[in-house]
């Protein structure tokens, strides 16, 4: 659940336009919206059980670390937006480490309210 300005919508909070399943506004939808693509859909290597509504986690290219008051600066943000399935860990812990062994962008995990730092040097938590 990431920020959208347009919508005044901080991250880590659910838009109100959502229907649980699919966006509420669709045709109407905001242009941050419209142009922004998850990880999953960048990166072909990715694979269909890691589309975000199969395995619950939401891998991004974002502008600023999840944390309070970080500055801007992409890193890779995985963040929890669903349920997930014990089969799908092995997954999703794949695509972290792939993140992280390419390593040219931080990498953090997100969920709820608590951001850790992946990479670079071990774990860092902060609450976002
Ligand atoms: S796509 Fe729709 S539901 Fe999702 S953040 Fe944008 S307006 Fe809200």
Do not use: N
Request: hydrophobic content about 40%; overall charge positive; charged content about 25%.
């Amino acid at each position: 659940m990431l920020e959208i300005a347009a919508l005044e919508k901080p991250a880590g909070v659910t838009c109100r336009h959502s229907t649980g399943t699919a966006c509420g506004i669709y045709p109407a939808r905001p242009s941050a919206c419209a142009q922004w693509d998850c990880l999953w859909l960048k990166i072909p290597a990715l694979p269909d059980r890691l589309r975000p509504d199969r395995s619950g986690v939401l891998f991004s290219l974002d502008l600023r670390a999840p944390e309070a008051g970080s500055v801007e600066g992409a890193c890779i943000v995985g963040r929890v937006v669903g349920r997930t399935r014990p089969e799908q860990e092995r997954s999703i812990a794949a695509a972290f480490a792939m993140f992280v062994r390419e390593g040219s962008l931080p990498v953090w995990q997100v969920d709820g309210r608590y951001a850790t730092r992946l990479h670079p040097g071990g774990e860092g938590t902060a609450r976002g």
